[in-house]
């Protein structure tokens, strides 16, 4: 099958590519990365995240102006985000767990193709906190994989790791919905996933530019794509164990993603770095003003692209050699009884 490779190869994606195929730790001797042919990833219209963002405040709005776990607004969000990739072909299951004594639930996706021995994921929590409706926290996260997983649909991209994307529960009360997540995992399949992408409030107001530090190589695909925009970085101390890469890191899973920033405070340097203000980054955490006013177009943008360069760089290539003899050409070759091949 040609895969179409649309738009510029880039150097440094083909060998994020191949590094994270060295994750897998599988002992192939991967094909060169330039070979490999990395297409680069479409760009992801702030208009349509927003439009996400939009619907998922109306959400709230005819739901007591929450999205929290328990309520009703949470499961209104699961079925919207659930009909939206149904309908472009995602094979979706919905995990239900019990929490506080209420049904919590995570939306898995999975992208039909791929190999599926060397899984790539990525994830955002869906709910909000009880007192608002989560715009930035984690709206922005869950807007941001639903466009690249319906520009995944839309290009027909068909990567050589397999993707799934998924939309957890009741993140706000500890990680839950991840955890019960990882922790019923079979072993076998925990080992499949090759890489976990957390994306937890990267639409802050008085935005930072944070790349978590875990996974080098998914840490260097992200430092890249900003350094391409001329956008500086710094990485994300704040969050360990604090989001739902925590349970996939402990798990052995290799972990990476973004942030812009929740109630701690921008530095006068990072004012410098970044522009904003010396204040919150995000004043609204956690608060009934986490409304689609609460959000900064520009890192959102920023960060939903960059969301897609990481999907696109690290689901291509494989180092996992084809199974079975492979022979090539075997037209203009004759195979000896020896198995020695003689060109004619
Ligand atoms: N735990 C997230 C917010 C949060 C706070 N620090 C970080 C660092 C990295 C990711 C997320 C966060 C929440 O309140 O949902
Ligand atoms: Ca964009
Ligand atoms: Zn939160
Ligand atoms: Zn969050």
């Not at 898995?108 to 060397?118: F, K, L, M, R, V």
């Not at 919905?177 to 995992?185: A, E, P, T, W």
Request: proline share 5%.
């Amino acid at each position: 099958m040609n895969i179409s490779v649309p738009r510029r190869v880039t150097a440094v994606a083909a060998l994020a590519a191949l590094a994270l195929g060295g994750l897998t730790g599988t002992s192939a001797t991967a094909r060169p990365a330039e070979a490999a042919g990395v297409a680069a990833a479409p760009d992801i219209s702030l208009t349509a995240v927003k439009q996400h963002l939009t619907d998922l405040q109306s959400i709230a709005t005819a739901n007591g102006g929450n999205r929290a776990h328990g309520r009703t607004g949470y499961k209104a969000s699961i079925d919207f985000v659930k009909a939206k990739l149904d309908a472009a072909g995602y094979t979706t299951s919905l995990q239900t767990f019990t929490s506080s004594g209420a049904t919590g639930y995570n939306l898995i996706a999975d992208w039909p193709g791929g190999d599926p021995n060397q899984v790539l994921m990525a994830g955002s929590h869906l709910d909000s906190v009880s007192s608002g409706p989560g715009i930035n926290d984690n709206g922005s996260g869950s807007a941001a994989i639903l466009e690249t997983a319906l520009a995944v649909s839309r290009a027909g991209y068909q990567p050589s790791k397999h993707l799934r994307f998924a939309w957890w529960g009741a993140e706000e009360l500890g990680l839950v919905g991840s955890k019960y997540y990882v922790n019923n995992l079979p072993t076998t399949e925990r080992s499949k996933i090759k890489g976990y992408l957390n994306f937890d409030m990267i639409g802050s107001p008085n935005p930072g530019y944070f790349v978590y530090d875990d996974d080098p190589t998914i840490e260097q695909t992200f430092k890249s794509y900003f350094a391409g925009l001329g956008v500086p970085t710094e990485i994300e101390t704040e969050g360990d164990g604090r989001s739902d890469h925590a349970p996939f890191k402990s798990a052995g899973v290799p972990v990476g993603g973004l942030f812009t920033g929740a109630s701690r405070v921008k530095t006068s340097a990072q004012v410098t770095k970044w522009g904003g203000t010396a204040t919150a980054f995000d004043r609204c955490y956690h608060s009934s003003c986490d409304t689609t006013s609460n959000i900064n177009d520009t890192a959102l943008d920023r960060n939903s692209d960059a969301v897609a360069h990481a999907i696109w760089t690290l689901s291509a290539g494989s180092t996992n050699p084809p199974t079975g003899k492979v022979f090539e050409n075997t037209a203009d070759v004759s195979i000896p009884d020896n198995g020695a091949a003689v060109t004619s």
